[in-house]
């Protein structure tokens, strides 16, 4: 599909517009939808992830090409839908109950959403019982949970905690991440995974629905 | 007393005996070597240097009243002829030469300001401001009938050990025994810092200590009242505790003072925005202003005030430790060693060491400067990234700029700037309606306000930005000449709005657009001479 290249370094730029009007031309033009995610866009949020972790990309960089691969998205997901495509996986994800610094949390929604993951955005400040809510009514894979700040740490095994009490610790993997975290930490609390920046979101929940 | 070494090289100053520096109103003596640049010898005192020790503006002028001291072309130009003939001298132009005795504009200027906004009404007895910082405490010995500062004393907050970022701190005060513990440190420390401060006044003036004014954020109002810190650990971060601390000084333990001593922590506005801001809106006449006007402590959590008198919204904004050069690779205090200070000259840049010796790392001012230089060079690009691909760049051997360090302070200033856009939106402001910028806290008094520009932290005409100190404490000393000290500031709280940032869409996308540099140095940087006029 090399004639959408352009598609892929418009993700790579952030550029929204050009993400969109060339995700219009390639479908108007008969491309496949699963194609244009699989050969463009996924290989395009890999190379933003890899520039991240060799410190070329940083954070403004990293959420707009994230914005542009939503843009592009929002075009090709009805289709996707209509074909009966599966997802490469479902996640809930928020930041714990008390903490609000979703920065961190967006930019892992957008790898995650970018690397081929439908992705139920639970948003700030949520609760053990919304995190229970999404596992039992969106039958969700992975549960994945931010925090920044150490004085909300503890909301992370507090909804852990919850999830085991209600039944449904087996049915998902939890990932969890954030500046205070540390993978001693995720040990600690029965985690199943904990990744040290967005970038590294895609690659830990691919390796957890292949467990 | 005589002393003219002046004229002798400074090559063989080591072969010169010491040098006494006596300083008034303190009565306390120095010494140092011949040759020391005075900013060396007065800065471990407590003497502030507003623009940073480079002769711009005013602020750390003394009084020569023993001995002599040459007059530089800044003095010519920032003091009259009847002040220099009366022995004033800017500190930071000097070096001291021969045995001086000094009298410290700044300890008395504070509240006896020639501008006509620090009026005071003379009241008996004594009163004791003190700041009550994360970090740093700082407290002066104030005379309520003239005003003068009678002691200075600084110390670093003891509370520290248990957790040096507020966060971690809080943390320990939700531990059983945590938040006892952290008052009973912080009371007893500053029960030592006022013994020190009535010891170092002489003694006499115990007695005549009629009230204690505390400032600080609502972290420290709660540690300090021994308050449930826990609403302060998580969101909404809003304490139902905010309001006046009343305290008589037996139930802190603080001995050697009269009775009837009141000692008042005066209130919080909301989230960990505290009556250090309060203070610091009172010292800057913010809360007298007709025209609009932003407040900006540029400390770790970067507290800004957008309004005039009538109105204000205020909002803390996480700008993480960058500015004192903390998680910086080479990152150190403004101490000697440091470089405080990078410029472009021509294809090549120039640092300035703090103490003039080898330079060890870098500190807050010195990470601005540099990126700003970088810019200017071409070696960092408006994304943050080095030109060359690389991942650090020499300022002077061995000290360098990591690339992860450019990040910190894209993280830093980007929570500022965004923060302060944001305020301005939500008060139909544009950056150019404003009228004035001020700097609270040491950080804003060593930045380079150039660079600061340059870098996109402070989008505002140079002109209009006033580095103001430690205005917590010089707010706090204001509130001394009142009976009720609090009630300037109830008053003023009850003008201010607190929002809540980290909720807020538009700040989310401001952010992320600031955390970019601008591309070229903002214009008009330049266009006319220095100001000159009092921060």
Known sequence: MSEWTKLYDAVLNGDADAARTLTEEALAAGAEPQSLVDDHMIPAMDEVGRRFEANDFFVPELLIAARAMKASLEKIRPLLIASGAKPKGRVALGTVKGDLHDIGKNLVAAMLEGGGFEVVDLGVDVAPEKFIEAIESNGVDIVAMSALLTTTMPSMKTTIDAIVAAGARDRVKIMIGGAPITREYAEEIGADAYGDSAASAVAIARKLVAA | ?535
């Open chain 2, 1 to 535: 007393m005589d002393s003219t070494d002046a004229s002798r090289p400074d090559g063989n100053a080591a072969d010169r005996p010491p040098v006494r520096i006596r300083l008034r109103p303190l009565g306390k003596t120095l010494t140092s070597t011949p040759g020391t640049p005075m900013i060396n010898v007065l800065f471990p005192e407590g003497v502030e240097f507003p623009c940073g020790g480079r002769g711009r503006c005013r602020g750390c002028r003394v009084r020569v009243l023993e001995g002599e001291l040459p007059v530089s072309p800044e003095e010519q130009r920032l003091l009259t002829p009847d002040q220099i003939g009366a022995g004033w001298r800017l500190a930071c132009r000097q070096r001291v030469e021969g045995d001086l005795t000094l009298d410290l504009a700044q300890w008395e200027s504070a509240v006896l300001a020639d501008e006509s906004s620090f009026h005071f009404t003379p009241h008996p007895g004594c009163g004791i401001a003190i700041d009550v910082g994360t970090t740093t405490l700082a407290a002066q010995l104030v005379d309520l009938e003239t005003g003068r500062v009678l002691a200075v004393r600084t110390g670093l907050n003891r509370q520290a050990r248990f957790g040096a970022d507020l966060m971690s701190r809080l943390s320990f005060a939700m531990t059983s025994e945590g938040a006892s513990t952290l008052a009973s440190r912080i009371r007893t420390q500053l029960g030592e810092l006022i013994g020190d401060l009535l010891a170092a006044a002489g003694g006499e003036h115990a007695e005549r200590v009629k009230r204690i004014v505390l400032v600080g954020n609502t972290a420290m109002h709660h540690l300090f009242g021994a308050l449930d810190p826990e609403p302060l650990a998580r969101y909404p971060f809003e304490t139902p505790t905010p309001g006046t601390l009343e305290f008589d000084t037996g139930s802190l333990g603080w001995k050697g003072l009269p009775e009837g001593c009141r000692v008042v922590f005066l209130p919080c506005i909301g989230g960990f925005v505290g009556s250090d801001v309060l203070a610091g809106l009172l010292a800057t006449g913010f809360d007298r202003r007709d025209k609009p006007g932003v407040f900006i402590d540029l400390g770790t959590n970067g507290e800004i005030v957008v309004g005039n008198y009538s109105r204000m919204v205020c909002a803390s904004t996480a700008a993480g430790p960058a500015f004192e050069g903390a998680r910086i690779t080479m990152g150190m205090r403004a101490s000697t060693g440091a470089i405080a200070e990078v410029e472009a000259r021509g294809e090549s840049w120039h640092c300035r060491v703090l103490g003039d010796g080898e330079p060890r790392g870098l500190c807050g001012s010195g990470l601005v400067d540099a990126v700003a230089t970088g810019l200017d060079l071409g070696v960092i690009l408006s994304n943050g990234r080095y030109a060359d691909g690389g991942d650090r760049w020499t300022l002077r051997e061995p000290v360098a700029l990591h690339q992860c360090d450019v990040r910190e302070l894209q993280l830093a200033k980007g929570a500022i700037a965004a923060g302060a856009r944001t305020l301005l939106k939500l008060s139909g402001l544009r950056a150019r309606e404003v009228s004035d910028v001020y700097l609270a806290g040491a950080f804003g008094n060593y930045l380079r306000l150039d660079s600061a520009r340059r870098i996109g932290l402070l989008p505002f005409g140079e002109d209009k930005l006033h580095p103001s100190g430690n205005t917590a404490l010089l707010g706090a000393k204001l509130s001394l000449f009142s009976e009720h000290p609090q009630e300037a500031c109830e008053s003023l709280r009850k003008r201010i709005v607190h929002f809540s940032l980290g909720t807020d869409p538009d700040f989310q996308e401001a952010y992320i657009e600031e955390m970019g540099f601008p591309r070229k140095r903002p214009p008009a940087h330049r266009e006319k001479p220095k100001e000159t006029r009092r921060p």
